[in-house]
Structures are given as C-alpha cells and as structure tokens.
C-alpha cells in the first residue's frame, strides 16, 4: 500500500513561509491563491507522495488539542532534504540565511556526506545533505 505523508508544521506568518520556501528550498506550493496570494492551506509538494503544511499558529493548537507546541526556540525534530551536490548545500543554507532563517551548522564535509543545518524563520530546523551514493545521484530527482 502506498501512503501520504504530509508533515504538518506552525506558522507565524503564512506570506513570509510562502516565500521563504519557495525562495530557498525552491519548492512549489500546492493549491489556488487565496486573496492574500497565499494558497489555503498552504502546502508544498517535496515528492510525488508527500507535502509539508503550514498551519497558522493558532490553528496549530487546534489540531493539538491540550498539548502545546514548541515555541520556535525549540525543535521538536529535524527535518532533511538531500541535494545533488556540496555546492547546493552551500547555496540553499546561505539563502536561509538571507530569508531570514538561523544557521546552527555552517556546510561542512562529514564521513558520510556534505551538511549543513539552518532554521526557517519559525525556526523550524532543517539539514540539508548531500550524499555521494544516495538515489538523488542515479536520476531519482530533488525536490
């Protein structure tokens, strides 16, 4: 059986995730604009199978019911996109960095690939790898 999978994370600013995520990750939103120019709900497609949305913060809790979110000085994971190569690494976590995002790990090689890792401006942390044997190098492509 193949599955969905949507990671669901809070918003405090639906426009500025809107271009930050296109703007830096390069991915593509899912969904017709709404009048603030911002798909409802705001998604955006990593792969065939699966999506990242954003839900205003106060909707957030909604869906939590009595358990809190972490305020966005703490990360309750981390999440990961695999590049094609060090030199995209470098450009996507600098364009974090420009789009208003954190840096905690400046691009550097490790024994198992090149990595860095940086906030979105909620401060939701993501690493972004390359790996010399993974599926992105045989023709499998990056969101």
């Known amino acids: 059986m193949t599955r969905a999978f949507t990671i669901a994370l809070p918003t405090n600013d639906r426009q500025r995730t809107f271009t930050f995520y ?14 603030d120019g911002v798909p409802e709900p705001l998604q955006f497609r990593i792969d065939e199978k699966s999506t990242v949305m954003f839900i205003p913060t106060g ?3 909604w869906v939590l019911g009595d358990r809190q979110a972490a305020p966005n000085t703490v990360s ?3 999440l990961s996109l695999t590049v094609e190569s060090p030199t995209e690494v470098d450009d996507i976590i600098n364009r974090m960095r420009a789009g208003g995002g954190e840096v905690f790990a400046e691009p550097t090689q490790q024994d198992w690939g090149f990595t860095g890792v940086a906030t979105d401006p909620d ?19 990056a969101p």
């Open 22 to 35: 296109q703007e830096t990750l390069g991915l593509q939103p899912i969904g017709e604009p709404t009048e």
């Open 59 to 61: 909707g957030f809790g």
């Open 76 to 78: 309750e994971c981390i």
């Open 123 to 141: 401060g939701h942390a993501w690493q972004i790898i390359a790996v010399p044997d993974h599926p992105t190098k045989s023709g499998v492509q």
